[in-house]
């Protein structure tokens, strides 16, 4: 992969975020090859009227790939996930989307996959953890989805509130991907270079707890408890905008879910800030979190490492 452009990204799923993202990325960026990963149910018809993109958009050729194509790979972006059957518990249905996933990754391995790999199935620091453990790539260059859209979202929700412009305001929603693990860094939130907690004691602006708490709220009315196929235009959205700013190497800094070390936990896989470049993550960023954050964290880290064990213990 060289500087400003992909030369090939796969996109493994047969969903809507796979579809929306393909177009997405024919739209926007200049990727030489993308690909979509010959996985059953693959819908035709989709794939058939996205090809007429290229007619209009001709500098990415779309094709359909197999497992040969996992070698030159730069990126391979996992949107799989399985259909919810009746009555199916939720450890079941995870049970069955990790087969799924691993059945991919075990395919890259074999056919000398050396690239990046984003995750959006659902919960992403799960199959973070999980990819990393399948692959033995380095965990620099295996990433989820994790709080990144939250982060948007949260910013966004600051500007408005605020009437300044987003590129004003710095705030970050780290922690896990479950809807009870989502965590809102107040103390390291800015509006024009000020401390937001700072503006809580200035009653001009109406800023207080419980403007905090709503816009908590907002953010977490996004999700569903135990979601795992979680699609639609927002995480196609999320995934095309992180699929530039690699293809770019804006060395952005943003909330992904990675392997970190923190306390006595290990290899982690927590959504938090990380500098990302077109090699995948080449720094990790402590915001210097409260000690309620970083307990909180804590927290968090705490109930993903135990979900962990259950699964690779087959409880």
């Known amino acids: 992969m060289g500087r400003g452009h992909l030369s090939k990204v796969m996109v493994a799923g ?30 035709m018809a989709i794939f058939k009227d996205l090809t007429y993109t290229e007619a209009i958009f001709p500098h990415t ?14 990126l391979l972006i996992i949107t799989a996930c399985e259909e919810r059957n009746e009555d199916e518990t939720d450890k079941e249905y ?8 691993r059945k991919i990754i075990n395919q890259a391995m ?45 910013q966004n929700m600051l500007s408005k509130f ?5 590129h004003d305001v710095k705030g970050y929603i780290v922690g896990g991907s479950q809807k009870n693990q989502k965590i809102a860094i107040w103390s390291r939130s800015y509006v024009g270079g000020t401390p937001v907690l700072g503006l809580t004691v200035d009653s001009d602006n109406a ?11 907002m953010i977490l009315k996004r999700y569903d408890d135990n979601a795992v196929c979680r699609t ?13 700013l690699i293809s770019n190497n804006e060395e952005a800094i943003v909330p992904l879910v990675h392997l970190v070390d923190i306390d006595e936990y290990k290899a982690i896989p927590l959504s938090l800030p990380i500098l990302l470049g077109e090699n995948g993550i080449s720094a990790s960023y402590e915001l210097g979190f409260s ?14 490492r135990e979900q962990l064990d259950i699964i690779e213990q087959g409880k």
Do not use: C, H
């Open 291 to 304: 000690d309620d954050e970083r307990q909180e964290i804590l927290g968090v880290a705490k109930q993903i």
């Open 94 to 101: 995870l049970r069955r989307n990790i087969k799924l996933v």
């Open 14 to 43: 047969n969903n809507r975020t796979a579809y929306d993202f393909t177009f997405l990325s024919m739209l926007r960026m200049k990727i030489k090859e993308l690909v979509l990963l010959d996985v059953p149910e693959l819908d």
């Open 61 to 74: 050729t779309l094709k359909i790939g197999n497992e040969k194509d996992f070698q030159d790979t730069d």
């Open 162 to 166: 605020f009437k300044i412009s987003v």
């Open 110 to 154: 074999a056919n000398s996959f050396d690239g990046m790999v984003i995750i959006a199935t659902e919960p992403t620091d799960i199959f973070t953890y999980l990819i990393w453990k399948f692959s033995g790539l380095p965990k620099e260059r295996i990433f989820g989805l994790g709080t990144y859209f939250d982060t948007i979202y949260f």
């Open 207 to 217: 800023f207080n707890q419980e403007a905090m708490f709503k816009m908590e709220e």
């Open 232 to 244: 639609g235009y927002t995480n196609a959205a999320t995934l095309a905008k992180l699929v530039q």
